[in-house]
């Protein structure tokens, strides 16, 4: 393998490539990253079994070819070469690869590219397209809502689900669940559903990441699912099991519906916040009264805090606590200056929606507290 | 006490405090910052005993008074609050303070003010003055160099040394060795040695920062030494022991000469210790020959690298080898373009130095190399 491309490039396809590289490689293999030189292209792939990730970058080819070489190493060293154009030169019987750039040459010892496991093409399973900023929104307002422990693997992953002519990501830890949802353009014939690794999904809103948007097409199987852009082409591993039927969390009607300016509810919270942090359950107190919310958190080690926040309130007046991580995260991701919380009573979900927006509801479970 | 101030001031303030709070207070009242209100001034300080710190803000004051809380919900609590003006109110009946700022009230308890050891000024021993820049520049030179593990406490600190108009500050780890020398105006009678931790001076930096240059007022007894500008106060331990004979680890002569450019030097270097990191004294080797210099570092497990940088030289061609983060953290600190190498042979140490600038030397032991 002989070739010539371009640093940033390489770097860009080396980075995105090197978070899928094995941090404790089951085997020594895992720990490189595998490159071939065909045609006019350079492919670079990179797995630890649960992620798989190819990526191609345009490349002079002298002579075709493929190596395995370090992750870490190929990433350090290209990102510290001095000019634009780099030089990847592989010798099979020395099993070494020569990297240039200017001044500076480097070799690296090459592991046996017989032995790492391939990135095969998924040839089965239902496929659709979908818009890369389409995906990177399902994706950005739902899965900060996955459950961080294992004890219940499915809520690891959120849920994508395909009905009809939409497309739904929904992600809990059961105490609090987000779901948003969009329009795809092809009418699925039957429903159905993929329990995503969070991590994975994390790893896609960089590989779908660049400014201009482009088609998505995504395959599923029963066990695995891919996403291949015109560049990049990622496969994972689907987790099994049944996910709940998520439309059980969510309450039909509310008692009372307010509406909050997004950007001074959230830093509120946020402050109020710091005094409860310490606290078990991060608890802040709202109550909501005369056409506004006072938010408050009491610590009895360190202090007490109030805020108040005007609001426009339609229905009962009401006292409830929350989780103040739970709302923090929401205020996140909500688009507009407002946004509303519907509410029943202190012990009741509650849910925050966006005006004029069916396609987005988070649903939040309240604190008991004692008093 | 009650008082009013700026946001931003208080934050500032409490910022450089707050790394003076101890990480594991040795008693609770350490975790905390002690304010006291008096004239137009609000103090601030905090002690972990080896360092204390003493901050003026100009405030409004209602009512002048003391109160201690903790250091970080203090740091944290006003960090966040929305609005510039900030009241501080403290009721020494309900042993409450009251932060307000807009809409926001934050309520601190508060520890025994008088169980915090208030740090009071040094009011013997040597004093003399030096602008800040000078001082800056005088840590910002040295103490990269000092040891970082504990055999030698005296190691862990820099030598600062007072002798009729200069001073001099010193730091090595045995291996390498930073000096770098200023004048200052008043003439000392007779010369002085202390030993200054190394964390203390990095947090100098922090306190005589400021973009206007200023005068700080150095006092120094047998055990502490302090730092006085118009808004804070420094104090700090010094390390006891006796510094060895620096000038016994600086060689008078020197077979070789060679001028090297500072920037491409650094980078090459850079480049080629990749390789070294993993090795067991991060060695890279630099063979000087017919007007350029070769560096290269071999890792059987992992690869070569090799650079070639232009240089000029004077004197005998030789090979040496040396551990490259040392090369690395001085040509980090060496002002102007070029900078100068001097050599004895493989095994004898070199000097880098400026051209034309004899206050400043950084010796460096070579790597052993078999063969």
């Known amino acids: 393998m002989k070739i010539s491309c371009l640093k940033s490039e390489l770097v860009q396809a080396l980075q995105i490539a090197g978070r899928s590289v094995a941090n404790k490689p089951q085997t020594p293999i895992l720990s490189g990253i595998y490159m071939r030189a065909e045609k006019d292209m350079l492919e670079i792939q990179a797995t630890?079994?649960?992620?798989?990730?190819?990526?191609?970058?345009?490349?002079?080819?002298?002579?075709?070819?493929?190596?395995?070489?370090?992750?870490?190493?190929?990433?350090?060293?290209?990102?510290?070469?001095?000019?634009?154009?780099?030089?990847?030169?592989?010798?099979?019987?020395?099993?070494?690869?020569?990297?240039?750039?200017?001044?500076?040459?480097?070799?690296?010892?090459?592991?046996?590219?017989?032995?790492?496991?391939?990135?095969?093409?998924?040839?089965?399973?239902?496929?659709?397209?979908?818009?890369?900023?389409?995906?990177?929104?399902?994706?950005?307002?739902?899965?900060?809502?996955?459950?961080?422990?294992?004890?219940?693997?499915v809520f690891t992953g959120a849920l994508l689900e395909l009905e009809g002519d939409k497309v739904r990501m929904v992600a809990t830890n059961s105490h609090r669940l987000a779901l948003h949802e969009e329009t795809i353009e092809e009418e699925q014939q039957e429903k159905c559903q993929y329990i995503i690794p969070k991590r994975v999904l994390e790893e896609l809103q960089h590989i779908v990441?660049?400014?201009?948007?482009?088609?998505?097409?995504?395959?599923?199987?029963?066990?695995?699912?891919?996403?291949?852009?015109?560049?990049?082409?990622?496969?994972?591993?689907?987790?099994?099991?049944?996910?709940?039927?998520?439309?059980?969390?969510?309450?039909?009607?509310?008692?009372?519906?307010?509406?909050?300016?997004?950007?001074?509810?959230?830093?509120?919270?946020?402050?109020?916040?710091?005094?409860?942090?310490?606290?078990?359950?991060?608890?802040?107190?709202?109550?909501?009264?005369?056409?506004?919310?006072?938010?408050?958190?009491?610590?009895?080690?360190?202090g007490r805090a109030e805020e108040t926040v005007k609001a426009t309130i339609d229905g009962d007046d009401i006292d409830i606590s929350f989780n103040a991580s739970y709302l923090i995260d929401v205020l996140k991701v909500v688009n507009g200056d407002q946004f509303i919380l519907m509410l029943n009573d202190s012990l009741k979900p509650a849910a925050v929606r966006e005006p004029n927006n069916e396609d987005f509801v988070y649903i939040i479970t309240p604190v008991r507290t004692k008093h």
């Not at 015109?230 to 099994?240: F, G, N, Q, S, V």
């Open 209 to 302: 990441g660049g400014e201009i948007p482009e088609e998505v097409t995504v395959s599923c199987t029963r066990s695995e699912m891919s996403f291949e852009t015109e560049r990049a082409y990622m496969t994972t591993r689907l987790i099994e099991g049944k996910y709940p039927d998520y439309r059980r969390a969510i309450p039909t009607d509310f008692a009372t519906r307010v509406t909050l300016p997004t950007a001074s509810f959230l830093s509120a919270v946020s402050r109020v916040g710091l005094i409860a942090r310490s606290s078990e359950y991060n608890t802040i107190k709202l109550v909501f009264n005369m056409g506004e919310v006072h938010i408050s958190s009491d610590n009895p080690i360190v």
């Open 48 to 153: 630890d079994y649960e992620i798989g990730v190819v990526l191609h970058i345009t490349a002079e080819i002298d002579a075709p070819g493929e190596v395995v070489v370090s992750g870490r190493y190929m990433q350090e060293v290209v990102r510290t070469l001095p000019e634009e154009n780099v030089q990847l030169d592989y010798d099979k019987s020395t099993k070494i690869l020569k990297i240039s750039s200017g001044n500076s040459n480097f070799t690296l010892l090459s592991m046996n590219a017989e032995d790492f496991p391939k990135i095969s093409r998924l040839q089965e399973g239902k496929t659709f397209k979908v818009r890369s900023v389409v995906l990177k929104e399902l994706v950005r307002r739902t899965t900060f809502a996955c459950a961080t422990d294992e004890t219940r693997p």
